[in-house]
């Protein structure tokens, strides 16, 4: 499976074979299926970090459903879920894609472009903040966008949801992903200390398991917002905007 199970919030292992297996990977395109597995075989154990592919196909019927045409994506890694999302977009549709990581995009690229879906896609080398205030700032951009996708350091996610509910219009929905962070928000800082006790990010992967928490909270309580915590993949909380 590639890579995927040990990002997935699902621990019964036959059981998320039978979903891969039964449904997902049938329905997958071709040029999605090329691309995980390039990068499962050029990133190795990093290749954990794109979306997986039951989670994807979630998106891009939402995307369908929603008659999405313009888009954001912060965090991109090599482009699972930016192809996704082109593939799901009407042919006139736009997507603003940020990441600070060039070359992981590029590896993606070719299989975009093999797609024949590049051209719906605006990507920006540089981090998301300075990307969504220039956005912000031109007030032509303001709630024109329908849907964004969120998939970065759990720290910024807060920062990045005041942000994009400027830029996404009232009704259109922000997803935000990992947010169940391998279900360790479930856990005690007690039975985490234990668990990473030899994991040499330790102390990174405690860090992020608790700002997830604290932007679930948040998030929880935010009445701007109507939101769905869903465990597929390592959990997406799906948030339509309000007001």
Sequence with gaps: MAGE?????????????????????RREHEQLKELREATVKNYNQSSVMGVPVDEGQLLSMLLKVMNAKRTIEVGVFTGYSLLTTALALPADGHIVAIDTNREAFDFGLEFIKKAGVDNKINFINSDAYSVLNDLINNEKEIGTFDFAFVD?????FKKYHEQLLKLVKIGGVIAYDNTLWS?????????????????????????ARN??????????????????????????????RVY
């Design 5 to 25: 199970p040990e990002k997935n919030i699902l621990k019964t292992p036959a059981l998320l074979e039978y979903i891969f297996q039964t449904n997902s990977y």
């Design 152 to 156: 970065a350091m759990k720290v910024d």
């Design 183 to 207: 279900g360790t928000v479930a856990q005690t800082l007690e039975e985490l200390h234990q668990n990473l006790n030899d994991h040499p990010s330790r102390d990174m992967l405690i860090k």
């Design 211 to 240: 700002d997830t928490q604290d932007f679930n909270t948040f998030i929880a309580n935010d009445p701007r917002i109507e939101s769905s915590l869903v465990s597929i993949g390592d959990g997406v909380t799906l948030c339509r």
